[in-house]
């Protein structure tokens, strides 16, 4: 498990008195085990790694967003519309939620000033669009963007004629 | 909401619910006013009696119980009637040019029995009036036919008997007359003398040809009668001669200053009508010498200012003793405080002496509803008592049209026919009913609940959004009231009236005709329907139709009510007059004058060329008629000064068009001439503006102008299914004329149809096709909003070039389908709000297509909706007596051809076909056979989705269209009780729960264990 310094020695627990408490003044001694000594930088790197992995993880689930987008045809229907609700908001959220996300990434070791992950987390907000603008593109196929002026004909208003023919 | 919303919601929706609903309110069957002589008819064998009634368009017969029509057929406008006649189980019509056609029917079913073509129609000679040269006579079971003026045929069981024709081509024949051994013909010869020639009845061969003895005279035709005499009126002088074959005929003179003989159907057993100059009319009878007896004299029929003229009538009773009817109508005869104005006298043969004898009676005809007796068909049947009486049955035919069955001296029923025959259009009205009435604080609390949320209607103008506000809170004040009187309402229709009360309500409204005989109808349009009253303008069967008014326009003028324009025929000439009708009373103003006749408000002498609405100005609900004399003199009605005072403010903006209308005929060019109205010296004239030559040649005439309805239009354009729009071409000002004309280069004949700006005169668009050869042009057309159709017949040959060139191609009836739209797709040029005389009000993309269509039209017309949110359907009166409406869907000429794209199936376009198909779907008259439509009359109702539309000609027939579905009524299948009933069910059951709930949820927290 990332981040844990210590390893457990469960061979010295095997035995079924374990459980009782030590005697006062004594003191554990670990026969065998050997504490590893982490270094930070090697450490912070990894971190910094693992931070990319998640900076692009959104885009991972596109392919197949976009296919079962593309299957689902440009017919108005409820799977359709959750799909695109989720891709929607689900990047709005991830991105609210961008610093808890990315905490456990912080180097320990912090020497320059600045953010230390900004770089990942800009890709991570970018990414997170991506899913945004299959969902806009879907919309788009499904016509629900007004962008023709089809969409905006119930706004136009004329006046009368300056002229008056009788009929 | 985006307008796609809607239009994708709608895609989602089953098909089935957007099917548009027509539905039939009332069918009045009609015939027409009678024109040719009634018979009452009794059926040999049948014991049933039917009345023959027509004139030139249709015949028919009536069953003299209840006068329903039992049969009749219709006659093409070139194929008119000429004469009936009955005879035991036959009933024969004459009908076409000089009679070209022969029909037998059944009388008291109206199966046809046999149809001959006498002669082609353009053969034959023709005589004024149409029946002279014609002639129709049974003899027994056989029937003796004169047509076309020279040839004569007997028809008996088996058809045609013989048929003789003169070997002189030059003799024509103007009237038939049989006996039952012998035809005699009545001639006349090139040097326009009369012959009487004989042909034998049983081999049609020719016995004799004399000329006739009398001295010549080209005034009067002579009568022939029983035993072989004629007779005829001479300078005062009554003439008769024998007609027998052989022997030397002396003519015989009968003293008397006689003017004129009336044939009253006796002549087979020689008996006929004359009237001395003085009026008195005489009942004369033939002798065998061939000389005349008066047998009879009617008293007071002599010309007294009291009494109008006299109609007579003659009939046989069963044991074939011939009478004499006469019936006429006096002025001052008052009896026992009712009025019986009309008198009978009946002069039956036989009797004490020989000398006959005479009954009579009053009747009470309404001489102010119907106008005066024109007509009379007589049935005498004889009493069962001794000694035996005649009981006389008789059958009027009125000046406005009217057929009366009286029996004695009661009325059996009318039939206002008068309603076969409309002018001048049609004017529809609100009816006016008293709300439902609220308690008096309650309504006061209310306030206006007739408009709750504010004076706006969805058509209105478009306000800024700050305006709205402003409007919607200064109404805000009425919101208690207005919830207060939902309420009330939501409560009171608690017992289910399945929206029919209020339907109806929404659908009731009052429609005004007038007939070419001068009486007006108002109509009401629920379904029980039927005259609310009706009124003669003028006077009505007055001698040489003096005091007649011919209704040249009838309208719905805001501010005023109904207008009826129309020429009043007076002794110094013809004016044209105006009424003003209240439409829920018929109160007409001005009042009737001193005799009870309303003569209308005269606005000028001579004719009216044309009268339209000038729409209120905006401060007032008041529109004015705007009148243009045949000199384009400008007259307004009503001409108060508020009124003069719009006119002359917007004079100068105010434009109309007419046909160029020459004195010299021979100049004859299809022309617009536009004019602006200018005032001038608190009076307006018409300046000329523009004259536009629609057609290339000279030779031409402009058959049709027709000034489409305007209405509101709620889409400005169409969307595509790329969502760019079409903005639809919306110039207010566009008129369509029908032409023709013959081409300067091919000298063919063309037809065309234009669309022209009567503003600026300019062509919008025009079409031409080639006119059928052998047939009239016969294009209609119709313009709606951006949307013309026209419909021709194509005989093969309709001009257009086809690409293969391969010959003939197929005939039949076609019809475009044109919509114009400002430019392509997302082109504005805002053509709605533009002035005619910018650069780009002609600017118009027209985009068309033509499909085969299945059947003639005989009328069409457009829906028309209060807001114009509906579409629009074409409605259309076909060859079938049928009234169909065709939806834009259909009549689309963007329906792409072959497989649709998603993005046209996106427009819900269909797939191009090339007929319509004949679907009886759209057929709004179901299976009533509405016979002889005209004109087709539209108009909004209160309800968005439904239009009323009322199809006259000869019958009347109203109908209900939602052409996109009733989307705004609820079904029958509503239940308004239930759904009350689940509500307060809820609200009982939320009121009972909840306090249980909250305990219980108390108790929990209280008890529970955690």
């Given at each position: 498990m990332p981040g844990t310094p210590t390893f457990l020695e469960y061979a010295t627990l095997s035995s079924k008195w374990n459980s009782v408490a030590s005697p006062p003044g004594f003191t554990a001694v670990s026969g065998g085990t050997v504490k590893r000594a982490v270094d930070p930088v090697k450490y912070d790197e990894l971190k910094s790694?693992?931070?990319?992995?998640?900076?692009?993880?959104?885009?991972?689930?596109?392919?197949?967003?976009?296919?079962?987008?593309?299957?689902?045809?440009?017919?108005?229907?409820?799977?359709?519309?959750?799909?695109?609700?989720?891709?929607?908001?689900?990047?709005?959220?991830?991105?609210?939620?961008?610093?808890?996300?990315?905490?456990?990434?912080?180097?320990?070791?912090?020497?320059?000033?600045?953010?230390?992950?900004?770089?990942?987390?800009?890709?991570?907000?970018?990414?997170?669009?991506?899913?945004?603008?299959?969902?806009?593109?879907?919309?788009?196929?499904?016509?629900?963007?007004?962008?023709?002026?089809?969409?905006?004909?119930?706004?136009?208003?004329?006046?009368?004629?300056?002229?008056?023919?009788?009929? | 909401m985006l307008p796609s919303i809607p239009l994708l919601l709608l895609s989602l929706l089953p098909v089935s619910l957007a099917l548009p609903s027509y539905s039939p309110i009332w069918h009045r069957p009609l015939l027409g006013p009678p024109q040719t002589p009634s018979q009452i008819h009794r059926v040999p064998g049948e014991n049933k009696t039917v009345i023959l009634a027509g004139n030139r368009k249709v015949v028919g017969g009536l069953n003299p119980g209840d006068g329903e029509i039992v049969w009749r057929q219709m006659h093409e406008e070139a194929d008119p009637v000429l004469r009936h006649a009955s005879s035991g189980r036959l009933t024969a019509t004459l009908s076409g040019p000089s009679g070209s056609t022969l029909r037998l029917y059944t009388p008291h079913t109206g199966e046809l029995v046999l149809e001959v073509l006498l002669h082609l129609p353009e053969e034959g000679t023709l005589f004024t009036p149409g029946e002279v040269g014609t002639g129709l006579q049974f003899v027994g079971e056989d029937l003796m036919v004169l047509s076309g003026g020279n040839a004569v045929r007997k028809i008996g069981a088996g058809g045609v008997e013989w048929v003789w024709t003169p070997e002189n081509a030059d003799e024509s024949y103007l009237k038939l007359y049989a006996t039952p051994s012998h035809v005699h013909l009545l001639g006349i010869d090139p040097s326009s003398k009369h012959t009487h020639t004989v042909l034998s009845l049983s081999t049609g061969e020719l016995l004799s040809s004399s000329p006739l003895a009398f001295p010549h005279s080209s005034k009067a035709?002579?009568?022939?009668?029983?035993?072989?005499?004629?007779?005829?009126?001479?300078?005062?002088?009554?003439?008769?001669?024998?007609?027998?074959?052989?022997?030397?005929?002396?003519v015989h003179t009968l003293p008397g200053h006689w003017a004129s003989l009336e044939d009253v159907g006796l002549a087979p057993q020689g008996y006929v009508i004359a009237l001395k100059e003085d009026g008195a009319a005489h009942v004369l009878r033939a002798t065998p010498d061939g000389a005349m007896e008066s047998v009879w004299e009617f008293s007071e029929s002599k010309k007294a200012a009291h009494y109008t003229e006299s109609v007579f009538a003659g009939a046989l009773d069963?044991?074939?003793?011939p009478h004499v009817a006469r019936v006429y109508w006096t002025h001052s005869l008052n009896l026992g405080n009712k009025l019986r104005k009309g008198s009978f006298n009946l002069w039956s043969a036989g009797g004490v002496g020989g000398q006959g004898m005479v009954t009579g009676f009053t009747f009470?005809?309404?001489?102010?509803?119907?106008?005066?007796?024109?007509?009379?068909?007589?049935?005498?049947?004889?009493?069962?008592?001794?000694p035996v009486k005649p009981i006389p049955r008789f059958l009027l035919h009125t000046s406005t049209g009217s057929l009366q069955l009286w029996q004695d001296d009661k009325l059996q029923w009318t039939r206002d026919e008068g309603l076969g025959d409309l002018v001048g259009g049609v004017a529809w009205a609100d009816h006016e009913e008293q709300p439902i009435a609220l308690p008096g604080s309650l309504a006061a609390a209310i306030g206006d609940t007739a408009s709750p949320m504010g004076d706006r209607g969805v058509g209105d103008a478009p306000e800024p959004l700050v305006a709205k506000w402003e409007r919607q809170l200064a109404s805000a004040w009425r919101l208690p009231g207005y919830v207060l009187s939902f309420l009330l309402r939501f409560v009171e229709s608690v017992v289910p009236s399945e929206g029919s009360a209020q339907l109806s309500h929404a659908l009731h409204k009052l429609v005004l005709v007038a007939g070419s005989t001068g009486k007006i109808w108002a109509l009401d349009t629920s379904r029980k329907g039927g005259v609310v009253w009706d009124r003669i303008l003028g006077i009505s069967g007055?001698?040489?139709?003096?005091?007649?008014?011919?209704?040249?326009?009838?309208?719905?003028?805001?501010?005023?009510?109904?207008?009826?324009?129309g020429?009043?025929?007076?002794?110094?000439?013809?004016?044209?007059?105006?009424?003003?009708?209240?439409?829920?009373?018929?109160?007409?103003?001005?009042?009737?004058?001193r005799e009870g006749t309303t003569n209308g408000l005269t606005l000028f002498s001579g004719r009216l060329l044309d009268a339209f609405i000038l729409p209120s100005d905006g401060t007032s609900q008041n529109e004015t008629v705007v009148l243009i004399s045949q000199d384009k003199g400008i007259y307004i009605f009503p001409d108060d000064a508020g009124r003069v005072a719009s006119l002359s403010h917007r004079a100068k903006q105010v434009y109309f068009s007419l046909p160029l209308s020459l004195p010299d005929v021979t100049f004859e060019r299809a022309t617009l001439e536009g004019f602006a109205i200018i005032p001038q010296h608190e009076s307006f004239v018409a300046l000329q503006t523009f004259a536009t030559h629609l057609t290339p040649s000279p030779k031409s005439e402009l058959l049709q102008l027709i000034r489409p309805h305007r209405g509101p239009v709620a889409s400005l354009g169409r969307v595509m299914g790329n969502k760019k729009t079409l903005y639809k071409y919306l110039n207010p000002h566009l008129v369509v004329a029908l032409t023709e004309h013959l081409s300067a280069t091919d000298g063919g004949e063309w037809c065309g149809v234009h669309v022209v700006d009567e503003v600026s005169g300019a062509v919008v668009y025009e079409a031409s096709v080639r006119k059928p050869s052998g047939r009239e042009c016969g294009i209609s057309a119709v313009l709606a909003d951006n949307w013309l159709v026209w419909h021709f017949w194509n005989d093969g040959n309709s001009g257009a070039v086809v690409a293969n060139g391969g010959g003939m191609r197929t005939k039949g009836w076609r019809v475009v389908v044109v919509e114009l739209y400002e430019g392509d797709a997302d082109e504005v040029t805002r053509s709605a709000e533009l002035s005619s005389m910018s650069v780009n009000s002609t600017?118009?993309?027209?985009?068309?297509?033509?499909?085969?269509?299945?059947?003639?039209?005989?009328?069409?017309?457009?829906?028309?909706?209060?807001?114009?949110?509906?579409?629009?359907?074409?409605v259309v009166a076909n060859d079938r007596s049928q009234i169909q409406a065709y939806p834009h869907a259909i009549l689309d000429p963007r329906r792409p051809v072959g497989k649709l794209t998603s993005e046209q199936k996106e427009e819900l376009l269909i797939p191009?076909?090339?007929?319509?198909?004949?679907?009886?779907?759209?057929?709004?008259?179901?299976?009533?056979?509405?016979?002889?439509?005209?004109?087709?009359?539209t108009t909004p109702t209160a309800l968005e989705s439904t239009t009323l539309l009322l199809a006259s000609g000869v019958d009347l027939f109203l109908a209900r269209l939602s052409p996109s579905s009733t989307f705004d009524i609820l079904s029958d299948s509503f239940n308004k009780t239930q759904l009350i009933l689940t509500i307060i069910g809820l609200i009982a059951g939320i009121a009972i729960v909840r306090p249980i709930v909250e305990s219980k949820k108390v108790r929990q927290r209280w008890y529970s264990t955690t």
């Open positions: 790694k693992r931070a990319w992995d998640l900076a692009i993880s959104p885009a991972k689930t596109l392919p197949m967003n976009a296919f079962m987008l593309y299957m689902s045809g440009s017919g108005v229907q409820i799977f359709s519309i959750t799909s695109i609700v989720m891709l929607l908001f689900s990047p709005f959220k991830a991105i609210s939620g961008l610093e808890k996300a990315f905490a456990p990434f912080l180097p320990t070791a912090t020497a320059s000033s600045g953010d230390p992950l900004f770089l990942q987390k800009t890709v991570y907000m970018l990414v997170n669009l991506l899913p945004v603008a299959l969902a806009l593109w879907k919309c788009q196929q499904m016509g629900l963007i007004p962008t023709g002026t089809g969409d905006w004909l119930a706004f136009e208003t004329r006046g009368t004629a300056p002229e008056l023919s009788l009929r | 035709e002579p009568l022939m009668l029983h035993p072989s005499v004629a007779l005829e009126v001479q300078d005062g002088k009554l003439l008769s001669v024998s007609l027998a074959l052989h022997g030397k005929h002396k069963k044991t074939g003793a009470p005809f309404q001489t102010k509803v119907h106008g005066t007796m024109k007509d009379i068909a007589l049935e005498v049947g004889l009493s069962s008592s001794t007055a001698e040489e139709n003096m005091g007649k008014v011919d209704v040249q326009k009838v309208l719905s003028v805001g501010g005023v009510g109904w207008v009826v324009i020429h009043r025929n007076d002794k110094d000439g013809i004016h044209t007059a105006a009424w003003e009708i209240v439409p829920s009373t018929g109160a007409i103003y001005p009042p009737p004058g600017r118009v993309h027209a985009i068309s297509q033509t499909y085969g269509f299945p059947s003639a039209w005989k009328a069409v017309t457009t829906t028309s909706t209060k807001y114009g949110i509906t579409l629009k359907d074409i191009f076909d090339s007929v319509i198909p004949d679907d009886p779907r759209r057929t709004v008259s179901q299976n009533i056979q509405v016979m002889g439509t005209t004109r087709l009359s």
